[in-house]
């Protein structure tokens, strides 16, 4: 089975702080995926990569980074945290643009 | 502009009760249609992919339909273990990215 970790289930951070959110995948994916989910909303695309050092804004890439310097890690950074950044964070990975998603178990910031 | 609408919000069946989950689309190609589940604090699980109209798609108690304008998510005697949010999502013909509904919560009470 496909497995998709991210590093940190629950972070509370404070503002201006940086963060580092840690997605890692074991199936040799080429595509993986950073996703915001708030109530309400639906998953609303930040930053995607295709390919070892290669990434694409989303729909909602303003103050967030993402780094993939290997091909299973793709990390998404905030550089100074804010209290609208408070979110659950979703990972996620595919072999084609076209089929489904595997999404990691999620990572829940909290910014005070 | 490219829209998904679940409907509803929310939806409470007593066990074994029957009844559907709607995700309407206005969007301007379909290159597929996606459901998933989603568990309280875990991240989505894929179920189905859905590609034309007509098409349809079973797993256990769940099966999926497409029209050309929405998608529904039918759910035959459900069990309190199918409680979970069901989220669908479209994906469309001039890029790779995927739009997404905001879910219907569905909770099977015993």
């Known amino acids: 089975d496909v497995k998709v970790t991210q590093s940190s289930r629950y972070l509370v951070k404070r503002t201006g702080e940086k963060v580092f959110l840690e997605c890692v995948q074991d199936m040799d994916h080429e595509n993986m995926f950073w996703y915001r989910q708030d109530p309400g909303l639906g998953l609303r695309l930040i930053y995607f990569?295709?390919?070892?050092?290669?990434?694409e804004k989303g729909d909602i890439p303003e103050g967030y980074s993402v780094s993939r310097e290997k091909k299973e890690r793709f990390s998404l950074i905030l550089e100074s945290a804010s209290t609208n950044q408070t979110s659950m964070y979703l990972c996620?990975?595919?072999?084609?643009?076209?089929?489904?998603?595997?999404f990691g178990e999620g990572s829940r910031l909290t910014v005070l | 502009e490219d829209q998904v609408t679940q409907s509803p919000e929310a939806l409470r069946l007593q066990e074994g009760e029957s009844s559907s989950l709607n995700c309407s689309y206005t969007?301007?190609?379909?290159?597929?249609l996606f459901w998933y589940r989603q568990d309280p604090g875990k991240g989505p699980e894929f179920l189905f992919t859905l590609y034309s109209a007509g098409e349809e798609k079973e797993k256990e108690r769940l099966k999926a339909t497409l029209t050309k304008k929405e998608s529904f998510l039918h759910i035959t005697a459900p069990k309190p273990e199918d409680s979970a949010t069901y989220l669908c999502?479209?994906?469309?013909?001039?890029?790779?990215?995927?739009?997404w509904g905001a879910g219907t919560k569905l909770i099977i009470k015993p």
């Open positions: 999502a479209v994906r469309l013909d001039s890029n790779y990215q995927l739009i």
């Open positions: 969007v301007s190609g379909l290159r597929g």
């Open positions: 990569s295709y390919d070892v050092k290669m990434k």
């Open positions: 996620a990975s595919t072999t084609t643009p076209t089929l489904e998603l595997f």
